[in-house]
């Protein structure tokens, strides 16, 4: 690929997941691709990972409309209230976005899809922290009795969910294993969107966000993120178990989802794709 030729990819969003993002680009995938711009709600952290990743250009977007201008892939690693809005401007302008903040998308897939078809235009939706997406892509084409989600997190983790605080559930206080929530990944998402991106990507894949369903458990033992997935299916049934350790950057991530995203952005690039 000449050096022209090189995709144009815009950050929105430079926390843990954006700044890892930005530093994979400029130092691993140059070849093919360029970071042309980054944006976040917060100037002094554009400033920070704009001056980290280049000493030459300056990659500062002004506003979310500049850093679509500048892009032909729009990244948002930013925030589940923002990411559908994020989309839809990016794929109105004809370009492509990735999303990482998949409970904000979850229920807005079709109206996305249609956009992108309009505008000759493609969503990403990288797998994030969980394994088993390509086995349940597969899967679908055969038929699917039942997908079923068990994410444990450490208490801390649901520190400020709205849900958890309505409820006077005292984190501090959970001993053992404690169910905070059993129910349709619909309402999973609803009321937990910042935890729960795997839950959207899960039924996005798969049966959709009723028949997907969702355990979230409090566990004072573990320092892990850890989901398990059990799929029913005519083609089988599929157990998985991702233990992930969290991002260094931020607490609330798993490493494997920033890993994800860039695994994702590298497969856009290459000419061979493996894996369903
Ligand atoms: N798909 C997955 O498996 C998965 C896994 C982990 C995190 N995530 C999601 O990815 C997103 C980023 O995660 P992170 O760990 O980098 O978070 P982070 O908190 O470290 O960084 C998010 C950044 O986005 C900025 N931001 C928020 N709203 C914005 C907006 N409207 N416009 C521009 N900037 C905005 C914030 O100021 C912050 O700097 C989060 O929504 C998170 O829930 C997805």
Redesign the pocket.
């Known amino acids: 690929m000449g050096k022209s030729k090189r995709l144009k990819i815009g950050i929105?969003?430079?926390?843990?997941?954006?700044?890892s993002m930005a530093k994979f680009i400029v130092k691993k995938l140059f070849s093919q691709a360029q970071l042309s711009a980054l944006?976040?709600?917060?100037a002094s952290?554009i400033k920070k990972l704009a001056k980290s990743v280049s000493k030459k250009r300056d990659l500062a977007a002004g506003s979310?409309g500049d850093l679509i201008a500048e892009s032909q892939l729009v990244v948002?690693?930013?925030?589940?209230?923002?990411?559908r809005?994020?989309a839809r401007r990016a794929l109105s302008m004809g370009r492509d976005v990735m999303i990482?903040?998949?409970?904000?998308v979850a229920g807005s897939l079709k109206e996305l899809s249609l956009l992108a078809k309009k505008n000759n235009a493609r969503v990403y939706?990288?797998?994030?922290?969980?394994c088993g997406v390509d086995a349940l892509k597969a899967a679908k084409l055969g038929r699917i009795k039942s997908v079923t989600l068990t994410t444990r997190k450490n208490p801390r983790s649901f520190k400020g969910v709205k849900y958890v605080e309505e409820r006077r559930i005292k984190l501090a206080g959970i001993k053992k294993e404690t169910v905070l929530f059993s129910g349709s990944a619909r309402e999973a998402v609803r009321h937990f969107?910042?935890?729960i991106?795997?839950a959207?990507?899960l039924s996005l894949a798969g049966i959709g966000q009723d028949r997907t369903l969702v355990r979230l458990i409090a566990s004072p033992g573990t320092k892990r993120n850890i989901h398990e997935i059990k799929i029913e299916s005519a083609s089988g049934d599929i157990s998985t178990r991702t233990q992930n350790l969290l991002?260094p950057?931020?607490p609330?991530?798993?490493f494997l989802?920033?890993l994800?995203?860039m695994a994702a952005l590298r497969q856009i690039l290459e000419p061979v794709r493996i894996g369903t």
């Open positions: 929105v969003g430079c926390g843990a997941i954006g700044s944006y976040d709600l917060d952290k979310l948002e690693a930013a925030s589940a209230l923002s990411s809005e994020i990482m903040s998949t409970g904000g939706i990288p797998s994030g922290a969980i969107p910042q935890n991106n795997v959207a990507v991002h950057d931020n609330k991530t798993s989802a920033v994800s995203a």
